[in-house]
C-alpha cells in the first residue's frame, strides 16, 4: 500500500454517506471523572454505538462506495473483533457476502456479533497480525474485496466521524484521548481535531502489554514490539507504516497504561456512569485516573470510549478483582 492521507473534506463526504446508517452517540459529562481531575472531562460513547463500537462507522463508510463489480465480489477482511463485526452488519445491510477472519482469541460476544449478521466467520492464528496474512491469502484465492481496518481512506474517514460528531457547534476541547490500536481511530480524529478544533491537543493510548506506537514515537520510525496478553486486546497488534506519518502529523504523544488500570477503569466506568466499556474502550479513562495524562485545572477533555463489547466472564472479573488485569 501507498502513504494514507486524509483531510477533513474527506471526512465530510462519510459523515454524509453515513447519515442515513449511523445515528449520533451521546457527548456525555463525567462529574466523576471531572472531580478526579479537576478538569471538565466529557466521555464519547462509541460503547452505545450500533455494533457495540465505533468500527462500524468506517466499515460502512468504505462498503458504500465500491462498485457494482466490488459489491458483487463480496467483501472480506481481518479483524480483533469490532471491525469484522462493523463489516458483517455493513453487509448485511447493503446485501453482500462477507467473510471475517478473527483471532482464535477473540471475545466470543464479537464473534457471536459476527455470526449474528451472518458474515461467514474464519478463526486465524492467536493474534491480529496472523488473522490478516490468513484473510489476505483467502482474499487472492477468492477475489473478494478487502476492506483493511485502518489503512483504507474511506475506512478512515468513516472513523473520524466520531470527532466530526463531538465538534458540532460549540465544543472548545483542550484535549482529546483516543484509544490507539492499529491507528485508524486516532489518524480519523486527529484530523478533524487540527482543522475545527486547532488549540486542543491528541493523546493517544495504547496498553504497556502491546505499544508499539509509543516505541516509534519515541523513534521516529515504525517498531513493531513483543505483546502480552491484555484486557485491551482490540488495541494489539503492530502497526504499518502507511500511517505512520499521517499519525504522527494529527497526534501530540503516545502513552501506556498498565492492565491493573484498564481493570479500574472498566470498572469504576459500570460503578460510576453505568457505562459497559471493553477495555480496549477504556484505556483513555485508565489514562486519566491513573495520571498518566494529567489534564490543566478547568480544560475540557473529551474522551473517547471506542467500543463496549466485552464478555461478561471478563467483566465480571474486572468488577469483582479476579481478572488478570484487576
Not at 465530510?12 to 472531580?35: F, G, H, N, Q
Amino acid at each position: 500500500m501507498t502513504a494514507v492521507d486524509l483531510e477533513l473534506s474527506d471526512v465530510a463526504a462519510a459523515a454524509a454517506r453515513l447519515t442515513p446508517y449511523i445515528d449520533p452517540t451521546p457527548v456525555l459529562k463525567s462529574l466523576w471523572l471531572s472531580e478526579r481531575t479537576g478538569a471538565d472531562v466529557y466521555l464519547k460513547c462509541e460503547n452505545l454505538q450500533r455494533t457495540g463500537s465505533f468500527k462500524v462507522r468506517g466499515a460502512l463508510s468504505k462498503l458504500l462506495t465500491l462498485t457494482e463489480e466490488e459489491q458483487q465480489a463480496g467483501v472480506i477482511t481481518a479483524s480483533a473483533g469490532n471491525h469484522g463485526q462493523g463489516v458483517a452488519y455493513g453487509a448485511h445491510l447493503l446485501g453482500l457476502s462477507a467473510l471475517i477472519v478473527v483471532p482464535t482469541g477473540t471475545p466470543a460476544i464479537k464473534l457471536d456479533g459476527i455470526r449474528r449478521y451472518g458474515a461467514e466467520l474464519v478463526l486465524a492464528g492467536s493474534g491480529y497480525d496472523e488473522a490478516h496474512r490468513e484473510a489476505v491469502r483467502l482474499q487472492r484465492e477468492s477475489g473478494r474485496t478487502y476492506v483493511h481496518a485502518y489503512l483504507d481512506p474511506a475506512v478512515i474517514a468513516g472513523q473520524g466521524t466520531v470527532a466530526w460528531e463531538s465538534m458540532a457547534g460549540d465544543r472548545p476541547w483542550d484535549l482529546v484521548v483516543v484509544p490507539a490500536g492499529g491507528g485508524g481511530l486516532i489518524a480519523g480524529i486527529g484530523t478533524v481535531t487540527r482543522a475545527l478544533c486547532p488549540q486542543a491537543g491528541v493523546i493517544g493510548i495504547q496498553s504497556e502489554a502491546s505499544s508499539p506506537w509509543v516505541e516509534s514515537f519515541r523513534t521516529g520510525r515504525t517498531v513493531n514490539v513483543e505483546e502480552s496478553p491484555t484486557l485491551a486486546e482490540g488495541l494489539a497488534g503492530g502497526i504499518e507504516p502507511e500511517n505512520f506519518a499521517l499519525v504522527r502529523r494529527v497526534t501530540d504523544s503516545m502513552r501506556t497504561v498498565r492492565e491493573g488500570d484498564i481493570a479500574d477503569a472498566m470498572a469504576s466506568l459500570v460503578r460510576e456512569e453505568r457505562l459497559v466499556v471493553e477495555g480496549s474502550g477504556a484505556v483513555g479513562v485508565a489514562a486519566l485516573m491513573s495520571g498518566v495524562v494529567t489534564p490543566a485545572a478547568g480544560s475540557r477533555v473529551l474522551v473517547i470510549l471506542s467500543g463496549g463489547n466485552v464478555d461478561a466472564s471478563t467483566l465480571a472479573g474486572v468488577l469483582t478483582g479476579e481478572s488478570p488485569g484487576a
